[in-house]
């Protein structure tokens, strides 16, 4: 017993040291960065998309250096609040106020309550919820959950499916091995239609983290279970927790993170504060590569 413990204890050692060195190499292999660059670029970060690619260090380098070059022309960390605020209004994407039992970030997206037409501000609404939900995640914790409601969901609101690969290419190339679960709480029968179509848009890592759940099959209610407390999880997703959306609240935390995102990013001195009737850039940009690290 001991020895088949002492050998798998070495196991792990040999992958941890390959991994760290893995982590290095790739370092090296990289252009010289910008400052927003090497704050993206944190050992965490690179252990991520190592891990996307297999830790192969070439594939490796190939999609972080993607993810930069998309990154300094999308800026995803300047995207603020107030740009995108009438996306907001309905609750079709929010920080949930509370975690999973692994103490993960909980997205709760409800396709259902699509209230624009504008594709491209839909997904730099998603976006700038993905970023916040990252910068909200707690120390030592990569990984968000998303929970998908489809209550009023119907072909008539779903994306359409260029807009959906769009969607998933952003969270498959850019940030990989962000997403721990996916849950698609009670579809509709007419989603499979859907579902068949996006799936082949979907990678096999990303694949097995989509879970069906539906609440009157008893595999997915333990499935609920072993993720979330049932006294945080909203009745909504077949928990006990009464879910109400605010969205002058949930406005004002956002307007709070802004403030912390661009601390973090280091243009806390450019960012003014604006109203919501003011659009339009407040942040003089900067050469930039890459993006936030609540890695």
């Known amino acids: 017993m001991f020895s088949r413990w002492s050998h798998s ?10 991994h760290e060195s893995k982590v290095k ?17 944190t050992d965490a970060c690179l252990r991520r998309y190592l891990e996307a690619r297999n830790w192969n260090v070439d594939k490796s380098k190939k999609m972080l250096e993607e993810t930069l070059k998309w990154r300094s022309t999308y800026k995803p960390e300047e995207i603020r609040w107030h740009e995108i605020a ?26 259902g309550k699509q209230n624009t037409t504008s594709l491209d501000n839909q997904l730099r609404h998603l ?24 209550t009023g969901w119907s072909l008539s609101t779903s994306v359409p499916i260029k807009s ?13 091995e962000r997403l721990a679960m996916a849950v698609l709480y009670n579809p509709p029968r007419i989603f499979e239609a859907f579902w068949k179509i996006v799936k082949y ?6 694949f097995q983290k989509v879970k069906f759940v539906y609440p009157k099959n008893k595999e997915s209610v333990e499935l609920m279970r072993s993720y979330f407390d049932e006294e945080n999880l909203p009745t909504d997703f077949g928990g006990k927790a009464i879910l109400e959306y605010n ?12 403030i912390k995102s661009a601390t973090l990013w280091g243009f806390d001195n450019k960012l003014q504060s604006t109203g919501a009737d003011q659009s339009g ?15």
């Open 201 to 206: 848009f979907l990678d096999a890592k990303t």
């Open 164 to 176: 959906a690969r769009d969607t998933i290419n952003v969270l498959q190339n850019h940030y990989p």
């Open 247 to 258: 969205y002058e609240e949930f406005s004002k935390q956002m307007v709070q993170d802004d």
């Open 86 to 111: 009438v996306e907001g209004e309905t609750g079709k994407v929010y920080r949930a106020n509370f975690h999973d039992r692994d103490g993960r970030t909980v997205l709760i997206l409800r396709p």
């Open 127 to 150: 976006v700038y919820m993905i970023e916040n939900a990252i910068l909200n995640l707690p120390e030592g914790q990569e990984q968000m959950v998303w929970l998908i409601d489809f």
């Open 25 to 41: 190499e790739l370092r090296a292999a990289l252009r010289p960065l910008s400052d927003r660059g090497l704050k993206y670029c």
């Open 281 to 295: 850039p407040e942040i003089t940009p900067e050469p930039i590569c890459l993006a936030p690290a609540a890695s």
């Open 9 to 18: 204890h070495h196991t792990q050692e040999n992958d941890s040291l390959q």
